[in-house]
């Protein structure tokens, strides 16, 4: 079974031990967003998609 690329990430965020109040604080949104997205209730702006991937890839 493949992983979803929002599968990879969480994944990521995890294994970096990067706190969700860590990547709201860094994306200037709330930890129920960031949740929210990855469990799959909802979909980010590309531009928000783009920043929690960058800030999951660089840390």
Same mark, same amino acid.
């Given at each position: 079974?493949? /992983?979803? =690329?929002? $599968? $990879?990430?969480?994944?990521?965020? @995890?294994?970096?031990?990067? @706190? *969700?109040? !860590? /990547? +709201?604080?860094? /994306?200037?949104? =709330?930890? +129920? ?5 990855? @469990?799959?209730? *909802?979909? *980010?702006?590309? !531009?928000? /998609? $783009? ?9």
């Amino acid at each position: 079974m493949e /992983l979803t =690329s929002r $599968e $990879e990430y969480i994944i990521k965020r @995890k294994r970096k031990k990067i @706190k *969700l109040k !860590d /990547l +709201a604080q860094a /994306l200037n949104c =709330s930890e +129920a967003l960031i949740c929210k997205y990855e @469990k799959g209730h *909802l979909e *980010l702006k590309a !531009d928000m /998609l $783009e920043a929690y991937q960058n800030y999951i890839d660089v840390r």
